[in-house]
């Protein structure tokens, strides 16, 4: 067993709250464990001004941060994302993307924010789990003839702890992994993006298949609890 007593292919009790903001169309708060993360939705009616003017499609873009007291030493708060901040919203809108048609989505511009109120391990995976549920939502309220979504997407953390494969690491196990890994898929089994790296180690193929087995079992829960929202129009 485990510090906190899961089994290693065991995913950390998930909570999530929906419309948890009133001045947003697509709100969740959602936590894994002791991580948590508010996702919210937002839609405009225009597009980034880097789109061309005869632009026949919408868009989807992300921001991410970590609040100061979301860890402890605190965070700093910067007007800016850094390095690790820009990389990871660039994961979650490259995740959303994956199953919108923007085309669809018509001449709008999607924004989800994810701001971390505790950090606790996996704050990029459960954002895109949390931000599919809040863009749902968001994309409902424009009442479109049809919807853009054309599938689901949740991401989930893996590694290799101690020696052991693991699925939906805290920090106190992430700090410890030889290999880290992260997997982002789609309701209907195809993988959008794979992270994996060995800390100061090396993994093997068997390794590398028992991960990816680990992160396809957590991420079908996953779905199968986004479903269990009452999540619109999700097709999957």
Known sequence: MRSDNRRNDELRPITIKRHFIE?????????????????????????????????????????????????????????????????????????LRSVVNLEKLGLRTVYI?????????????????????????AIHSLQLPESPIIDSVAAVSVGIVGGVPMLDLPYSEDAEAEVDMNLVMTGAGRFVEIQGTGEEATFSEQELAQLLALGKKGIRELINIQKNTDVRYLSK
Do not use: F, H
């Open 113 to 137: 924010d994810c701001d971390v109120l505790q950090a606790d391990g996996g704050t990029r995976t459960l954002s895109i789990t949390g931000s599919y549920i809040a863009l749902t939502d």
């Open 23 to 95: 001045s947003t169309p697509g709100s969740v708060l959602i936590s894994a464990g002791k991580t948590t993360v508010l996702c919210s939705a937002s839609i405009t009616e225009e597009l980034p001004k880097w789109m061309p003017k005869d632009a026949t499609q919408g868009w989807l873009t992300a921001e991410y941060r970590m609040l100061p007291g979301s860890t402890n030493p605190r965070t700093p708060r910067n007007d800016k994302p850094d390095g690790r901040a820009t990389e990871i919203q660039r994961l979650i809108g490259r995740s």
